[in-house]
């Protein structure tokens, strides 16, 4: 069985992330690479482990988190889909069950607002993670007056927190912005789509999405 360590530990994925992340630096992107892909891995396992998923399902979710961008090292577009590719190819060398395989693929292959669909539960997870991890130190530039609105908007979150309520069936994403940074207007011009994303993901897993901003409910 290949487990989570066994992919952290694989020198051919290290390298698509940091290659990957590096392309993303050289677009303009904010941080893409091991701090991000890590985060995710971990959010998204916990959230199917609080949910009650079985251990392995949810190693699954964790798996999927850590590889869902490999794809931008081909190029930002259409990188969920290289992505899937290139996951097959690697987790099929490394004799992962086939079935296992697919619900991965499947997983990375949706996990981008632009074509993204939660097929499962492991990519319902996934874009969760993935949409909520929005904060300060995934900002790579450094100069505020050349900030454009992806790094005021990031750079603006001083705390986020994805919360699965499993009493009352809500996913919300709580998050502390300064709003001298930016207009809280400005998170949903670039984020709406993430946003209804989360939405579509949290009523495959049986819950109801909320966005909690400054302690305002917005959506």
Same mark, same amino acid.
């Given at each position: 069985?290949?487990?989570?360590? &066994?992919?952290?530990?694989?020198?051919? %994925?290290?390298?698509? $992330?940091?290659?990957? *992340? @590096?392309?993303? #630096?050289?677009?303009?992107?904010?941080?893409?690479?091991?701090?991000?892909?890590?985060?995710?891995?971990?959010?998204?396992?916990?959230?199917?482990?609080?949910?009650?998923?079985?251990?392995?399902?949810?190693?699954?979710?964790?798996?999927?988190?850590?590889?869902?961008?490999?794809?931008?090292?081909?190029?930002?577009?259409?990188?969920?889909?290289?992505?899937?590719?290139?996951?097959?190819?690697?987790?099929?060398?490394?004799?992962? &069950?086939?079935?296992?395989?697919?619900? %991965?693929?499947?997983? $990375?292959?949706?996990? *981008? @607002?632009?074509? #993204?669909?939660?097929?499962?539960?492991?990519?319902?997870?996934?874009?969760?993670?993935?949409?909520?991890?929005?904060?300060?130190?995934?900002?790579?530039?450094?100069?505020?007056?050349?900030?454009?609105?992806?790094?005021?908007?990031?750079?603006?979150?001083?705390?986020?927190?994805?919360?699965?309520?499993?009493?009352?069936?809500?996913?919300?994403?709580?998050?502390?912005?300064?709003?001298?940074?930016?207009?809280?207007?400005?998170?949903?011009?670039?984020?709406?789509?993430?946003?209804?994303?989360?939405?579509?993901?949290?009523?495959?897993?049986?819950?109801?999405?909320?966005?909690?901003?400054?302690?305002?409910?917005?959506?």
């Amino acid at each position: 069985m290949i487990t989570y360590k &066994d992919i952290k530990s694989s020198r051919e %994925i290290q390298t698509y $992330i940091k290659r990957a *992340d @590096e392309t993303l #630096a050289a677009l303009g992107y904010t941080e893409h690479a091991f701090a991000h892909v890590g985060k995710v891995a971990e959010q998204a396992q916990q959230i199917l482990k609080v949910l009650g998923y079985d251990d392995r399902t949810a190693e699954l979710a964790k798996i999927a988190g850590y590889m869902h961008d490999i794809g931008n090292v081909v190029n930002r577009v259409d990188h969920a889909q290289s992505g899937a590719i290139m996951a097959f190819r690697i987790l099929d060398k490394m004799g992962m &069950d086939v079935d296992e395989i697919a619900t %991965i693929v499947s997983a $990375i292959g949706n996990h *981008d @607002e632009s074509t #993204a669909v939660p097929v499962n539960e492991v990519a319902a997870a996934l874009i969760l993670a993935d949409k909520s991890d929005v904060r300060r130190t995934r900002v790579r530039n450094r100069v505020k007056a050349s900030f454009d609105i992806h790094d005021r908007v990031n750079y603006s979150v001083e705390s986020s927190n994805l919360v699965i309520d499993t009493e009352n069936k809500y996913s919300i994403l709580e998050l502390k912005i300064d709003t001298e940074m930016f207009a809280i207007m400005d998170y949903f011009e670039i984020f709406l789509g993430r946003m209804l994303l989360c939405r579509r993901a949290s009523e495959f897993l049986k819950l109801r999405f909320k966005l909690v901003i400054n302690g305002v409910e917005l959506l």
